[in-house]
């Protein structure tokens, strides 16, 4: 504490006794019993200044403290000195009291810590709380997954007040109800963008705009509603070559493993499939790549991180499968053998004909690099093959990503505290003659079973292990929990509310190679990990490659048109967690975005939007009340780009009306920014005579 003498005082000093000599008034007893270091001090015109320490043990007193001067209060508090003074009143050097630490004993001098209780923090792991009652077939895979990788680890099952690290689901996002933190292993709405027809119309609309990046999908028509187009598409091909005999694929919907699948030649063969139930019917891929003489197609897993910013990796290691009969063309004697044109393992593994193996490299399932080698050992570049794969891959996810942000947005908003999500996607690719890959549709849920079951009698079933399943997925999985680190990012990107910013980013799901990641490698020394150098290293060894944005994030970037359009839907929505945008903002969208020019009316949006809402609530009960969903929303973005512009492709004109949107919402002026030229105004015809309230002056006048 600090003294402040009178003017007439200030050259006089007021120093303490020793400590040995105190008054017993202001003798202390300690609770302890043991002795602590006592500090002398000197109270001096600019504070107080220790003077000396001392070792002597002070005899116990019962005598109470009266009135407490300010030295005394001063000297019990000697844990909370000020710094030394340069020199004292009287000009001796003060004490040197940077090596002191009150909780030091003076006997030992070394620090007293909580030793035994830190030693346990440090030593104890955090375990890793996994939620799998809803995984099904795949909490095996998650088990031994968690176990090789040496993690602690606690399966939770029903209700809990605390929120779960890791969520693993097998159908959907939806699948627990009141996730609001961790990591869930699917994301909302991706379920329903993947089932075929809603796939066929995303990737036809990016076939409009991009017809030579978009080639790798097979002509689709959707059923019942494109019924008629597909019967005179057919009638006009024949037309054109007579001797072409098509064959076409029936598909359902929403069905799965090979469920309602079958094969026609004439589009009156029609079944219920298509003409009562939806569907979509493709065409055949006539020259399928062979092996052994059988038809096959690919399994490939990929893994999908994050949607903003767009984060893919794709598995090394894949699945083919192969047919159970030898191939041949499709004709009207063998359209009927599903064995033979399809290649779905729910189909051909009742065959009697399938192959069960502990090899990888041989049977009716192997693993891809099994296949690739035997490829490679027949003269084709699987290098390139692997290549065009993996832009397929991309060039899909593309499509899928403007509905995805919409969906995610209208399911998470930014503001509120949510999950982080991923997902594990299979692709199933067909290979032609000349090594171009042909995508046949993307499963939301890909098995991640490790056996398979064999009837061994009428209604005696057993399960066996299936090797190709346990080396190819155990590795998706370990590689796929390494990399996310659901233990440490669940807990640091629960409260994903910004507290200062009105919209708030939304988080990246942390990976081994960005910022997040690198202030997880402390964490990793205590739970048994080498640092980054390891962490690099295991990169290295995973089965997950990053092919976005790593490497195809600069020769692709041009397709990602379309989310421009997703923020523009999702900014004029109105409400917030709204899946349909009403009448009242697509006007709005129309007068801020100053669409209404060049003869487009509100009178005409307000059409427009009547007309297309309608169309798309076929299903619909409430019709045109029930809003415009983004999809619809893209139609109607397409229509205002070709009234607005004329003479370009579709592609300037939509790339053009979103640049326009952009700078009239920004406040940048209209576009383009270049100046005008100067309007020549004509003139207006001179009146000979004029007068005010007057009928016009005629030449009788």
């Known amino acids: 504490m600090s003294v402040n003498p009178p003017q007439s005082r200030r050259n006089s000093a007021i120093k303490l006794d020793p400590i040995g000599k105190v008054d017993s008034g202001f003798q202390r007893t300690f609770s302890s019993g043991q002795s602590k270091p006592d500090v002398a001090v000197a109270v001096t015109v600019h504070g107080v200044a220790p003077l000396g320490r001392s070792n002597t043990v002070l005899p116990r007193s019962n005598a109470g403290i009266n009135d407490p001067s300010p030295e005394w209060v001063a000297a019990k508090h000697n844990a909370t000195l000020p710094p030394p003074l340069e020199t004292t009143e009287q000009g001796s050097e003060p004490m040197d009291t940077s090596a002191y630490n009150p909780r030091q004993s003076p006997a030992s001098g070394k620090k007293k810590t909580k030793g035994r209780r830190a030693r346990t923090r440090r030593a104890v792991r955090p375990f890793l709380t996994v939620q799998m009652s809803r995984a099904k077939s795949g909490a ?263 509905d995805l942000l919409v969906e995610f947005e209208a399911e998470l908003p930014a503001r509120k505290p949510s999950p982080s999500c991923f997902q594990i996607l299979g692709f199933d690719i067909l290979v032609t003659e000349d090594l171009k890959p042909i995508l046949l549709e993307v499963n939301a849920n890909p098995s991640l079973r490790l056996d398979y079951e064999k009837e061994v009698a009428p209604g005696v079933v057993e399960s066996h292990p299936s090797p190709v399943d346990e080396e190819i997925k155990i590795m998706l999985i370990k590689d796929t929990l390494r990399l996310l680190k659901p233990g440490r990012v669940g807990r640091e990107t629960r409260p994903r509310l910004a507290k200062h910013d009105k919209r708030a980013p939304r988080p990246e799901t942390p990976t081994s190679d960005n910022p997040a990641s690198e202030e997880d490698n402390d964490d990793d020394d205590e739970d048994g990990g080498g640092g980054a150098k390891e962490e690099e290293g295991e990169r290295d060894d995973s089965c997950l490659e990053e092919i976005w944005p790593r490497k195809f994030g600069e020769c692709y970037s041009h397709l990602r048109v379309m989310e421009h359009v997703a923020g523009l839907f999702n900014r004029f929505l109105g409400v917030k967690g709204a899946h349909r945008m009403g009448a009242t903002g697509f006007r709005m969208f129309s007068r801020k975005c100053k669409l209404c020019t060049n003869g487009i009316t509100m009178a005409g949006i307000d059409i427009m939007y009547i007309d297309i809402t309608r169309r798309w609530n076929l299903d619909n009960a409430e019709g045109v009340s029930a809003g415009m969903c983004f999809g619809a929303f893209l139609e109607a973005f397409f229509a205002l780009a070709q009234r607005k512009f004329r003479g370009s492709s579709l592609l300037d004109k939509v790339s053009a009306l979103v640049e326009i949107c952009q700078c009239n919402l920004s406040g940048l002026g209209a576009w383009p920014a270049q100046p005008r030229p100067h309007q020549r105004r004509l003139r207006r015809p001179e009146m000979v005579k004029r007068r005010v309230g007057r009928w016009p002056a005629t030449d009788e006048d």
């Open 140 to 402: 095996e895979v998650l088990r031994i997954s968690l176990e090789e990788l040496g993690w602690r680890w606690r399966e939770v099952c029903g209700a809990r007040k605390n929120p779960c690290d890791l969520y693993w689901h097998s159908a959907s996002f939806y699948d627990t109800d009141g996730v609001y933190s961790g990591m869930v292993n699917k994301y909302p709405g991706l379920l329903e963008l993947v089932r075929k027809a809603q796939l066929s119309k995303l990737l036809h609309q990016m076939q409009q705009l991009f017809p030579d990046e978009y080639n790798f999908y097979p002509r689709t028509w959707l059923l019942p509603e494109q019924y008629h187009h597909f019967c005179a598409d057919v009638a006009s091909l024949q037309q054109q070559n007579p001797r072409a005999k098509p064959v076409f694929i029936v598909k359902p919907d929403e069905g799965s493993q090979g469920d309602g699948i079958y094969l026609i030649t004439n589009p009156h063969h029609m079944g219920t499939v298509g003409l009562v139930r939806r569907a979509v019917v493709q065409e055949y891929i006539p020259k399928p790549l062979l092996l052994e003489r059988t038809k096959f197609d690919l399994r490939v897993y990929v893994l999908l991180t994050s949607i903003s910013p767009l984060r893919i990796y794709i598995c090394r290691e894949g699945m083919a499968r192969f047919c159970t009969v030898k191939y041949q063309p499709p004709t009207n004697r063998n359209l009927h053998q599903v064995f033979m044109h399809l290649t779905n393992y729910s189909l051909n593994k009742k065959s009697e004909t399938f192959i069960h193996t502990d090899s990888t490299d041989r049977g009716s399932k192997r693993t891809m690099t099994s296949t690739f080698t035997a490829l490679l050992a027949r003269g084709h570049n699987t290098i390139a093959l692997w290549e065009d794969i993996q832009a397929v891959v991309v060039k899909t996810i593309t499509a899928m990503l403007p």
